[in-house]
């Protein structure tokens, strides 16, 4: 079946590093697509959006990257800081607009080191 | 805004037994709301979808019979484990949804610990 997957498990950057998290997902309908950051023992955590029609878009120190041809998403992080140590996940949906059940990734644990 | 809470954070429980997991819209109205599992260092998993006022949609493999949902209000959805075993020990999430300027957006319950014994 249709899937999201991530290429790394876990990610150790330095404070004041800029992070970047892969995601690779499968279905090529989908619409919509989230970033979630999720720390231990608590729910995930939106971070930020992007639709299809669109290939990038920015929020306050991330950046998602939505690359269609290949199927590829990416958050990238800025001036990483040790309060960004989580998992996280990129979540997939067939629809903007409506409530769609979401697909999440594997996840990657980022580990950010002093 | 947009707040979703779970009852209880975490509970112990025989095996055997039933447990119920609440989840809360606090400031807004859900029709629809999502149960998901995540068992350690993995995603998560969606369960099923709970739609006010009607029946749950469960996704393949989840037990409809052992897996209890209701959504009696815009608000408020349930999640009852019935005769529970040591291999439903897992984290429980809910989450809401509503939409706002053309998407979405979910959020997400702070998760429920079930361990059973």
């Known amino acids: 079946g249709e899937s999201v997957g991530l290429h790394l498990p876990t990610l150790s950057v330095q404070e004041g590093d800029n992070s970047i998290i892969n995601c690779a997902y499968s279905?090529?309908?989908?619409?919509?697509f989230i970033w979630y950051k999720q720390e231990s023992g608590k729910g995930p955590q939106f971070i930020i959006d992007i639709r299809s029609n669109m290939d990038k878009r920015q929020g306050q120190r991330v950046t998602v990257l939505l690359n269609k041809t290949v199927k590829h998403l990416s958050l990238q992080i800025a001036a990483t800081q040790p309060g960004d140590s989580a998992v996280y996940f990129c979540?997939?949906?067939?629809?903007?607009?409506?409530?769609?059940?979401?697909?999440f990734g594997t996840g990657t644990r980022l580990q950010v080191t002093l | 805004g947009a707040v979703v809470s779970q009852h209880p954070s975490w509970v112990i429980c025989k095996s055997g037994t039933s447990v119920k997991i609440e989840c809360r819209s606090l400031d807004f109205q859900a029709t629809t709301m999502f149960w998901y599992r995540q068992f350690p260092k993995q995603s998560l998993m969606l369960m099923a979808t709970s739609n006010e006022g009607s029946k749950a949609t469960y996704e393949q493999g989840v037990e409809k019979d052992k897996f209890l949902i209701n959504h009696a209000s815009l608000t408020l959805s349930t999640l009852t484990v019935t005769s529970a075993h040591p291999e439903d020990s897992s984290f429980y999430i809910c989450?809401?949804?509503?939409?706002?300027?053309?998407?979405?957006?979910?959020?997400f319950g702070p998760g429920t610990r079930l361990t059973v014994t």
């Open positions: 979540a997939e949906s067939p629809n903007t607009g409506t409530a769609s059940k979401l697909t």
């Open positions: 989450s809401a949804g509503q939409a706002r300027g053309g998407s979405y957006e979910q959020y």
């Open positions: 279905n090529s309908a989908s619409d919509y």
